[in-house]
Nanobody, 123 residues
Framework: QVQLVESGGGLVQAGGSLRLSCAAS????????MAWFRQAPGKEREFVAG????????CYADSVKGRFTISRDNAKNTVYLQMNSLHPENTAVYYC????????????????WGQGNQVTVST
């Protein structure tokens, strides 16, 4: 079992940056692929970025490539999402997720979810 706790969200102006963190409980963090999803009001939850167990392999939604960076520190049981050049349309609740399978953009691959963290980008 893995418990995930996100932090680092908040309000930022368009063009600004934020870094989200997701701390995982337990000693098995390194056995999970990790990802970030987001859900804007009235929309489906969508994949943002994923990172493999080792941290070597990453993947991104096309809409965030070149602006967002996912990384992990297995010694600290933490995954990060660095978000740069934020747009108002990036406003959403951001969720951290863990999978015992390989990383994918499909929600059903993920076994554990954090509680979500609000990110609001103002104009």
């Amino acid at each position: 079992q893995v418990q995930l706790v996100e932090s680092g969200g908040g309000l930022v102006q368009a063009g600004g940056s934020l870094r989200l963190s997701c701390a995982a409980s337990g000693r098995t963090f390194v056995t999970y692929g990790m990802a970030w999803f987001r859900q804007a009001p009235g929309k489906e939850r969508e994949f943002v970025a994923g990172v493999s167990r080792s941290g070597v392999t990453t993947c991104y939604a096309d809409s965030v490539k070149g602006r967002f960076t996912i990384s992990r520190d297995n010694a600290k049981n933490t995954v990060y999402l660095q978000m740069n050049s934020l747009h108002p349309e990036n406003t959403a609740v951001y969720y951290c997720a863990a999978t015992s399978s390989f990383i994918a953009s499909t929600r059903s691959f993920y076994n554990y979810w954090g509680q979500g963290n609000q990110v609001t980008v103002s104009t």
